[in-house]
C-alpha cells in the first residue's frame, strides 16, 4: 500500500526552466509534509515542509504548493540550475499507535538540469 | 557537530553471515530510525526508537533487529544476510517526532550480499 504517490520518476529539465514534482496522498490525518533533497552517495536532506493550514510556501527558488482538498502538493523549482539535479522525495507525517509521528516517503524524483 | 554518523560506508557479506550497522548521532535526539533505500522505491522504515530503552517496527523489520542503550547509538543488525538485504541503509534521527520533526540523516551504508 503506498500512501504517498509521487511523480514523475524522473524529470528532466533546462537551466533557467521550472521543475515541478507532484505528490498525492490517502491519509487525512497526516500533519507534516516535508520534501528532502538528495545528492548521489549523500543521505537525505530537509529541504523545505509545510503543514495543512497553508496553501503556499516559499524558500527562494523553491515553493511548495498544498491542496488540501485534493490530498495533493507539489514542489517547484523556480530558474533550475544545474546544481539543482538531485534526487526528491516527498514525504507526509502520520501518527502511528502509541503517538510517535512517522513520515512516510515518496519513491523518489530524479531531477537532471541541463546546463 | 559531526551530526549522524554510520559505519561502514560499504559491506560486502555473503549469504548467511551477520553483521552490525553502526549509528550515532552527538545532537541528542530522542528520536532515531533506520530506512533502506532501494532504486526507485523512496526510504522504507525498518525500526525506530523514541529513547534510549524503546524501539518499535517499522514497514519491513523481517530479517533485522535493533537496540537502544544510548540516546547517542542505534545499531542495526542483521542476522543470516540474505541478497534481498542488499540495499543502501540510512539511519536518521529527530529532537522529536511531533513539531517540526525535521529528520538528520547520516551518510549511509552500501551493502551487498552476495
Known amino acids: 500500500q503506498q500512501q504517498v504517490k509521487q511523480s514523475p520518476q524522473s524529470l528532466i529539465v533546462q537551466k533557467g526552466g521550472i521543475s515541478i514534482i507532484n505528490c498525492a496522498y490517502e491519509?487525512?490525518?497526516?500533519?507534516?509534509f516535508p520534501w528532502y533533497q538528495q545528492f548521489p552517495g549523500k543521505g537525505p536532506a530537509l529541504l523545505i515542509a509545510?503543514?495543512?493550514?497553508?496553501s503556499e510556501k516559499k524558500e527562494g527558488r523553491f515553493t511548495i504548493s498544498f491542496n488540501k482538498s485534493a490530498k495533493q502538493f507539489s514542489l517547484h523549482i523556480m530558474d533550475s540550475q544545474p546544481g539543482d539535479s538531485a534526487t526528491y522525495f516527498c514525504?507526509?507525517?502520520?501518527?502511528?499507535?502509541?503517538?510517535?509521528?512517522?513520515?512516510?516517503f515518496g519513491r523518489g524524483t530524479s531531477l537532471i538540469v541541463h546546463p | 557537530n559531526a551530526g549522524v554518523t554510520q559505519t561502514p560506508k560499504f559491506r560486502i557479506l555473503k549469504i548467511g553471515q551477520s553483521m552490525t550497522l553502526q549509528c550515532a548521532q552527538d545532537m541528542n535526539h530522542n528520536y532515531m530510525y533506520w530506512y533502506r533505500q532501494d532504486p526507485g522505491m523512496g526510504l522504507k522504515l525498518i525500526y525506530y526508537s523514541v529513547g534510549a530503552g524503546i524501539t518499535d517496527k517499522g514497514e519491513v523489520p523481517n530479517g533485522y533487529n535493533v537496540s537502544r542503550s544510548t540516546t547517542e547509538d542505534f545499531p542495526l543488525r542483521l542476522e543470516l544476510a540474505a541478497p534481498s538485504q542488499t540495499s543502501v541503509y540510512f539511519c536518521?534521527?529527530?529532537?522529536?517526532?511531533?513539531?517540526?520533526?525535521?529528520?538528520?540523516f547520516g551518510p549511509g551504508t552500501r551493502l551487498t550480499v552476495l
Open positions: 514525504a507526509a507525517r502520520g501518527v502511528r499507535a502509541g503517538g510517535s509521528y512517522i513520515p512516510t
Open positions: 509545510i503543514r495543512p493550514d497553508v
Open positions: 536518521a534521527s529527530s529532537y522529536s517526532s511531533g513539531g517540526a520533526g525535521e529528520q538528520f
Open positions: 491519509n487525512t490525518a497526516f500533519d507534516y
